[in-house]
């Protein structure tokens, strides 16, 4: 018996979907080829395990990507492999990441003048003393 594939490209029998075609659907990235090479590299995991762009999910799993600096942490609500606009994208999925670091908390981090080299014993314990470690 053949798989039906519904309107939303979702297939009706077992109502999974590709994690790269659903990261891609409900615009937590841009192109699916780059949801593709986030899942190759790595920076995709389901359930928490590393997913392959080819692994299905359903309503109910975890996915965790880490992009543009940021991981998102969202549980599946509807599989949809057709990009969807953002209202209907918004409810496909419920959004457990934690907030974006404020601009000021983004700033601290230590920018070294090119051509500076490495850090001598003294700046890296400044450095790191500015980042709040010990």
Do not use: Y
């Not at 939303?8 to 075609?21: K, P, Y």
């Not at 615009?27 to 392959?52: D, F, M, P, Q, Y």
Request: hydrophobic share 35%; charged share 30%; glycine share 8%.
């Amino acid at each position: 018996m053949a798989e039906q594939v519904s309107r939303t490209g979702t297939n009706t029998d077992t109502g999974t979907v590709r994690v790269d075609a659903w990261i891609w659907s409900v615009r937590l990235t841009k192109t699916r080829s780059i949801a593709a090479t986030a899942c190759r590299a790595g920076h995709v995991k389901v359930n928490g395990e590393r997913a392959k762009p080819a692994q299905s999910v359903r309503a109910g799993d975890e996915v965790r990507l880490f992009h543009a600096g940021r991981e998102r942490i969202v549980v599946v609500r509807r599989p949809v492999s057709k990009r969807v606009g953002p209202p209907v994208a918004a409810e496909c999925f419920i959004d457990n990441s934690p907030p974006p670091p404020t601009p000021i908390e983004a700033a601290v981090v230590g920018i070294r003048d090119r051509g500076a080299g490495r850090p001598t014993k003294r700046e890296r314990r400044e450095i790191e003393s500015l980042r709040g470690r010990q």
